[in-house]
Structure formats: structure tokens, C-alpha cells
């Protein structure tokens, strides 16, 4: 029946051409027709492909899984356009709803001039055959509160039929968790690339996706990053890439949004470590959960905990000191590694990380010709400056270790001392603790057998004092 309506209707009209917008639930909603009619660009789709789509969503949005739960629930609460409301429910079937979507396409040919435009393409004068509120288009107010909408529009928002068409495809592309997910980039190929599981998981089970689980809008970002670089083998997919997440929900008790963008920069470090080394990445990773966990660990922390490494990056805060595994003395990643996120994120230039890995390797060479409980005691008072008055006297000693051990030239110089502490960020306190970490990795990947193998000695004779201190009481062997 559906289908016999669609080519009625497909016959009258003529070729609608649809475009990005870079509003993300007007795009998500055209990405969905793009995957499910299998293009990559709106002026390659067809009268044809728009039936397709069409039958393809009244057939899901007229079941209750979708209706009731999923779209009335979550994004149009009591949508008459796609008979969600309640007491639409016996007179609902994808006969009908199809009949809603197509007589939104015979808005386009309404063309008065001297109506305002939409407000968010720019191009259509509003869709004036219903009163565009949050039923009609998420987040939006309700006809009670006209004072929410540009000039007291008492009608709505002034968008275009364009726009409410393709936004009534949209929870066809969206990620369910607790909220609804929708992943809008630029340029837009990223956005179909980005929404694509979640056409698939719709053709797959007839359900909305559910993201693989995962319970964290932003760690399902970065999973799929991850993902698509390594299945497309090349980090410079995301080069000039803008990629922001809207996690929303909008029903009758509460219309949420939260707005999560995601660096430029950040996006390129992250696509570059699962390319060229993601076991290095995990490692990173995980020490945002103050654990070491195995594969299946892993997975079950990615989807269900936040993660302060993730939480970090968003919030354009260093995640250095996540390099390493002071605990443990060892670094997660290469120095090649470090020295990117060091220039795409922080912004350190070249010089600047060859200097401070120059002044590093001096430290290096002092260090590594004490005993190894001295060797230890200097590290340990590197890790614990909190103040800056504790990291220059670490310095200090290692310049009076270095004439004490007869070593030619000297630490550094007045002026190189001077840029240690403070040329490395605009907050004195940032600044040195930037040097501080990155000094650390560098003694962690060339000292780690040592410090480990003192430490793991150090262990041993603690164990062996306590074994005595036990045979005093009695429990010891003869």
C-alpha cells in the first residue's frame, strides 16, 4: 500500500533538491537518506531514492518499538506528522505517515517572495501547513510559550518545509543511550561516515541503534574515530575536520541538550595514534582509569565509565602525565608519539621539544653513573616536586651531581634554565609542570630497567624484613 501511495505521489511532483544546511539535526536527517539510498551527495538523489527512504521509515516509525518509546519519548514528542501522539495510535500505519512525509514535499512548491526565509538554510520561506514546535522539530518550545521563538512568532520557528522534511529522517542516523546522540562534521562526507552504524543497526534489527552499548556519547566518539582510521589506513581523513556532538533529549518533561565539540586538533592526534601505534593508545587510555585492564576490561570500561583522558582532551587540558606510568616507571608510547601531540595539541614547536629532550638526555647522563638507590632517591624527588621551588632545586643538585662526577660541560645555562622554567605556557604553574612531565618520560624510557630493577630489589628485602619480624612471634621456620 505504501508503495502504490509514494508512486502517486512521485508522479506529481517535480525533482526536489535537497542540501546540507550545517544544522545537525537537519543534516543528520539528510545523511540518513543518503545511506539508505546509497549516495554520497543530495544532488545525486532521485524521485526514486525519496520513495525508497520514505517507505523505509513509515514502515519503522508506524511500530511501537518507534513510535511510542523511541520518537514520542525521546525526540517529536506527539508528532502529528509521524503519528506518535497517543491517540493517533489506532489510526496509525505507514500508509499514513507516508502521507504526512510527502505532503510536506508539496510545501516546495510554495515560493512567496516576500516571506521571510528559513532560519536555518536560508533558502525556503516557512512551512506554514502546521505551526513548526517541538513536535514538529526537536527542542523547540510549545505553542504556550510563544515569547521562546524568534519574535514572538506565535506560529513557531520560521523553518522551511525543506528543513522539516529531512529532519523527520534524523532519528534514523542517531545513536540511542540515555539520551539521543547526534554526530554532525564537516566536511559533510564525515557526517554520513560518522552516522553510518547507525543506519546499518537500523536495517539490521528494524530498532534504533544503540551504540554498541556504549553509555558515554563522548567514548563512543573516540571508539569510532579510532575505528574508521584504522579501517581506512590514513589519519589525514580527519586533516581539516569539525566534529561536534549533540546529546539531547526532547519530550514533554524535559527538552536536555548538551553540546560536545571536539577539537581540531584533538581529532587529528587521536586518528594519528590508532594509525600509527593504538596499543600505545590504549595504554594511554586506560591510565584514565587508574587501571591496566585486559582487552575485555577494556571494552566494558570504554562503553560504561567516564574517562579522564577523553574528558581531558575535550577540555583542552594536557594529558602528558597519561604517557607514562610513573607507578610502574614506564612509558605508554614512543617519544615520536609525545612529540605529536605535543605540537598538534599543546602547540610546543620542534625546537622547543628537541631542547627540553636535549636537557633530558643531559639529565640522563648525570643520573644513570649513581648507585642505584641514589639514582632512585634523585627520580623520586623529580616526581614528587609539586612546587616550582622543589623542581629548581632538583636541577640545582643535578648541576652539583654533575661537577661532583667530573662531567665536562654543565646541565644548562642561566638563560636555558630560565626558559625551563617558565617559556612553556602562559600559566607559570602549566608551564613548568609541561617541562616536568615531559622530562619524565624521557628518564622513564631510557632509565626503566634500572629504576624497575631497584625497585622490584627494594621489595624483596621489605619482604625479607617482615619474614623476620613474623619468626620473632613464633611463626618463622627453624
Request: hydrophobic letters at 40%; glycine letters at 6%.
Amino acid at each position: 500500500m505504501v508503495s502504490n501511495l509514494v508512486e502517486d505521489h512521485s508522479k506529481k511532483e517535480e525533482q526536489v533538491e535537497f542540501y546540507w544546511t550545517g544544522h545537525p539535526f537537519v543534516d543528520a536527517g539528510l545523511a540518513a537518506i543518503l545511506l539508505i539510498a546509497g549516495k554520497s551527495k543530495p544532488e545525486e538523489l532521485t524521485d526514486k531514492d525519496i520513495e525508497k527512504v520514505i517507505n523505509f521509515a513509515s514502515e519503522l516509525y508506524a511500530t511501537k518499538e518507534w513510535s511510542s518509546s523511541y520518537i514520542h519519548g525521546m525526540i517529536f514528542p506527539n508528532s502529528g506528522i509521524l503519528m506518535v501522539n497517543p491517540s493517533m495510535s489506532k489510526k496509525r500505519s505507514p500508509k499514513a505517515i507516508a502521507e504526512n512525509l510527502w505532503s510536506i514535499l508539496e510545501e516546495f512548491k510554495v515560493n512567496n517572495k516576500d516571506s521571510p526565509k528559513c532560519v536555518l538554510c536560508g533558502r525556503f520561506p516557512p512551512y506554514m501547513k502546521k505551526e513548526v514546535y517541538l513536535s514538529v522539530f526537536p527542542l523547540l518550545g510549545t505553542g504556550g510559550v510563544p515569547n521562546f521563538f524568534h519574535s514572538g512568532n506565535t506560529r513557531g520557528a520560521d523553518i522551511c518545509a525543506h528543513c522539516v522534511f529531512l529532519v523527520q529522517f534524523m532519528p534514523l542516523s542517531s545513536y540511542r543511550l540515555s539520551r539521543v546522540l547526534i554526530i554532525h562534521a564537516y566536511p559533510y562526507e564525515l557526517t554520513i561516515e560518522l552516522s553510518k552504524g547507525a543506519v546499518e543497526d537500523v536495517k539490521m534489527s528494524k530498532l534504533a541503534s544503540q551504540a554498541r552499548g556504549f553509555r558515554r556519547p563522548e567514548n563512543f566518539l573516540f571508539h569510532l574515530v579510532g575505528e574508521i582510521t584504522r579501517k581506512i589506513e590514513r589519519d589525514g581523513f580527519w586533516e581539516n575536520a569539525s566534529v561536534t556532538l549533540y546529546y539531547f533529549i526532547c519530550n514533554n518533561q524535559n527538552q536536555l541538550l548538551d553540546v560536545i565539540h571536539v577539537p581540531t586538533p584533538v581529532l587529528r592526534f587521536v586518528a594519528y595514534v590508532n594509525h600509527v601505534d593504538p596499543v600505545g593508545w590504549k595504554r594511554i587510555v586506560s591510565m584514565g582509569w587508574r587501571e591496566q585492564p585486559d582487552e575485555n576490561k577494556f571494552e566494558e570500561l570504554e562503553r560504561e565509565r567516564s574517562n579522564a583522558v577523553y574528558s581531558r582532551l575535550l577540555n583542552n587540558e594536557s594529558i602528558l602525565s597519561y604517557f607514562y606510568n610513573s607507578k610502574e616507571r614506564r612509558v605508554n608510547a614512543s617519544w615520536n608519539l609525545l612529540a605529536f601531540y605535543c605540537k598538534e595539541v599543546i602547540g610546543l614547536d620542534k625546537e622547543a621539544l628537541e631542547f627540553i629532550k636535549s636537557v633530558g638526555d643531559r639529565i640522563v647522563e648525570t643520573v644513570e653513573r649513581l648507585q642505584d638507590h641514589k639514582l632512585d632517591d634523585e627520580i623520586r624527588s623529580l616526581e614528587r616536586a609539586e612546587k616550582l621551588y622543589q623542581f629548581e632545586a632538583f636541577f640545582i643538585r643535578v648541576e652539583k651531581l654533575r661537577q661532583n662526577l667530573s662531567i665536562e660541560n654543565p646541565l644548562m645555562s642561566f638563560d636555558e634554565f630560565a626558559r625551563i622554567l617558565t617559556a612553556y605556557g602562559e600559566d607559570i604553574n602549566i608551564s613548568w609542570r609541561t617541562v616536568k612531565n615531559l622530562l619524565l618520560f624521557r628518564i622513564y624510557e631510557k632509565l626503566h630497567d634500572r629504576l624497575m630493577k631497584f625497585a622490584k630489589s627494594e621489595k624483596i628485602e621489605e619482604l625479607g624484613v617482615e619474614e623476620n619480624e613474623y619468626a620473632i612471634y613464633g611463626g618463622g621456620v627453624e
